[in-house]
């Protein structure tokens, strides 16, 4: 097996800032080009996704921490759709690739990624979900990778649409609210 150092270009070895991105990065891309490095256990679902136009793109590796469905206001008009279906990946454990998305502060600490170039609403980030990236499901390349496991925000469903799923459905968020 390649080591990663050998996978990374020369540096210049008085350059302190590089040699410490450098340190953040790697365990960033090491799995991404060695996937076979990792047990399968490790790899039950890895995945990508893209945008309407192609130009934003994104890939993780290992299991996502999470998937469900919010029915909140903010992500349904953030996706033009009665109800956002998204999943939470670990910082480490995803990349953008192609053209990285532009951002839209919808709150203080709330940042949405979306195509710079179609528009396509694309992740989630929020200073309250530390160390993780909301994508959006319905960007996934095969959406079948998708395994919703509960609702949030199931106070403020659109009248119209109408949920038979037997899935836990909380009022706010599944931190503080209980399931229905
Ligand atoms: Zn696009
Ligand atoms: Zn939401």
């Given at each position: 097996m390649k080591t990663v150092s050998s996978l990374q270009p020369q540096e210049n070895q008085?350059?302190?800032?590089h040699r410490k991105f450098k340190q953040i990065q790697m365990?960033?891309?090491a799995p991404i080009m060695e996937t076979n490095s990792y047990p399968a256990q490790e790899r039950i679902m890895s995945g990508s996704g893209r945008c309407l136009c192609g130009?934003?793109?994104?890939?993780?590796?290992r299991k996502?921490?999470?998937s469900g469905f919010c029915h909140c206001e903010s992500c349904r008009r953030n996706c033009a759709?009665?109800?956002?279906?998204f999943?939470?990946?670990a910082n480490e454990h995803y990349r953008w690739l192609g053209t990285p998305p532009a951002t839209y502060k919808s709150?203080?600490?709330?940042?949405?990624h979306f195509c710079a170039k179609c528009g396509t609403p694309m992740a989630y980030e929020a200073e309250r979900f530390p160390g993780e990236i909301h994508f959006y499901a319905t960007t996934l390349d095969d959406p079948a990778d998708f395994k919703p496991k509960f609702h949030v925000h199931y106070k403020e469903p659109v009248e119209w649409l109408h949920i038979t799923d037997?899935?836990?459905?909380?009022?706010?968020?599944s931190l503080n609210g209980n399931a229905e």
């Open positions: 008085s350059c302190r800032a365990p960033f891309f130009a934003a793109k994104f890939k993780f590796e996502p921490l999470w759709a009665p109800v956002a279906a999943f939470g990946v709150f203080a600490d709330v940042t949405r037997d899935l836990p459905k909380y009022q706010t968020t």
